[in-house]
């Protein structure tokens, strides 16, 4: 599985954004999918995930409310839409797959597949 991020880029606080990450891969719709951030200094953090059909999402508490994560399985791509964004936000924005029927979806050992990374910037 390759996975291909884009749509970071340098914007103010308040100011939306939408990630895209696209997979490769036929059976993408049963993969769990997700969003992690590593800012300046800090560790690799759980930001979203989404699970296979029927996909419910999961965020962690600082995003959630701003942040959506969504799929289109017919796109092979799962997005996320970052909204009200905050100068804690900028980070490299990393999405990631996972193949496997069960594993954690808020933790990086519950995925096997990793992207390149997205810088996104957020300026005060």
């Known amino acids: 599985v390759q996975l291909q991020a884009s749509g970071g880029g340098l914007v103010q606080a308040g100011d939306s954004l939408r990630l895209s990450c696209a997979a490769s891969?036929?059976?993408?719709?049963?993969?769990?999918m997700g969003w992690f951030r590593q800012g300046p200094g800090k560790e690799r953090e759980f930001v979203a995930g989404?699970?296979?059909?029927?996909?419910?999402?999961h965020y962690t508490d600082s995003v959630k409310g701003r942040f959506t994560i969504s799929r289109d399985n017919a796109k092979n791509t799962v997005y996320l839409q970052m909204n009200s964004l905050k100068p804690e936000d900028t980070a490299v924005y990393y999405c990631?797959?996972?193949?496997?029927?069960?594993?954690?979806?808020?933790?990086?050992?519950?995925?096997?597949?990793w992207g390149q990374g997205t810088q996104v910037t957020v300026s005060s």
């Open positions: 990631a797959a996972d193949s496997r029927p069960y594993g954690s979806i808020s933790t990086m050992t519950g995925y096997n597949y």
């Open positions: 891969g036929r059976t993408f719709s049963s993969y769990r």
């Open positions: 989404i699970r296979s059909i029927p996909s419910p999402t």
